[in-house]
């Protein structure tokens, strides 16, 4: 579900010119995967009420380069069965030590499996933060002249 959403975030990104997104995850991004990037949509699934694991642990590992990271547009979004508002703030929370511009508000889906039609707006504002990172990256791009990239990081159970 996670993933779907991130693929519906990536598509988003695509209508704003220029950008070039890479769906990563969670346990595949790298610290120096992640400083080459302009921008990020960080998604994890609620796990027991908070973020996975797997995402605690690759922005734990991002620490180390927080200060390349600084500044940059960030998004979240998550996926659960209830918990996915809490996960939301959890992640939130903690890439606030990158001191973002923040793509707010990010997006908590509550996961219903085999619902179509909620999927389908769902769909809609995932691809609508993808698209209000993009811009956000292409603006940051236009006034500190460099070149606009995303990277999503995708929190995996
Ligand atoms: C180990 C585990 C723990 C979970 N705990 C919660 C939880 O505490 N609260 C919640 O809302 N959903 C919980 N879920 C459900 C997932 O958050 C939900 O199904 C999510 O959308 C799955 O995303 P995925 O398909 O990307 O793994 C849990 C799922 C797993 C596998």
């Known amino acids: 579900m996670t993933k779907r959403v991130a693929e519906a975030v990536a598509q988003g990104t695509k209508r704003v010119p220029g950008i070039t997104v890479e769906l990563k995850k969670a346990e595949s991004a790298t610290a120096k995967s992640a400083v080459a990037a302009d921008g990020y949509a960080f998604g994890s699934p609620s796990h027991f009420g908070i973020m996975s694991g797997k995402m605690l642990t690759a922005l ?11 500044g940059k547009p960030m ?15 959890n992640i939130e929370r903690i890439i606030g030590i990158f001191n973002p511009t923040f793509v707010k508000p ?13 999927w389908a707006i769902d769909k809609v504002q995932s691809a609508d933060l993808g698209e209000r990172l993009a811009k956000a990256v292409a603006k940051r791009a236009r006034t500190s002249g460099t070149g606009p990239k995303t990277r999503l990081g995708e929190g995996r159970s």
Not at 60 to 70: C, E, F, G, I
Not at 75 to 89: H, I, M
Not at 106 to 118: F, K, L, N
């Open 60 to 70: 734990t590992d991002l620490y180390s380069v927080r200060l390349k990271m600084a």
């Open 75 to 89: 998004a979240v979004f998550t996926t659960g069965t209830g918990g996915q508002v809490t996960a939301l703030e």
């Open 106 to 118: 990010g997006i908590a889906i509550e996961t219903v499996p085999g619902r179509a039609s909620p």
